[in-house]
């Protein structure tokens, strides 16, 4: 897929909580995402409701927003 250069920002939404033992995978996902973005000029924009994991490190995005993320019903 050729690169939209009209994309400036992504918002990365982080995995929220996990259970010890579990789910680590979607973290590395997250952060490798994130990782990669930034090394191609997009900033990253990322919001985890978890500050107990890796994605939270200010090195893996440019904005870091540790919030609940429930939706409005």
Do not use: H, W
């Not at 897929?1 to 979607?26: H, T, Y």
């Not at 995402?33 to 500050?51: D, K, M, T, Y």
């Amino acid at each position: 897929m050729p690169r939209d250069n009209s994309i400036k920002s992504v918002l990365v939404i982080g995995s929220g909580p996990i259970v010890i033992g579990q789910a680590c995978e979607f973290d590395y996902s997250g952060t490798q995402a994130c990782r990669v973005l930034r090394s191609e000029g997009i900033r990253v924009i990322l919001i985890n409701s978890n500050p107990a994991t890796i994605m939270t490190d200010p090195e893996f995005a440019d904005a870091t927003y540790i919030e609940p993320i429930t939706p409005e019903v």
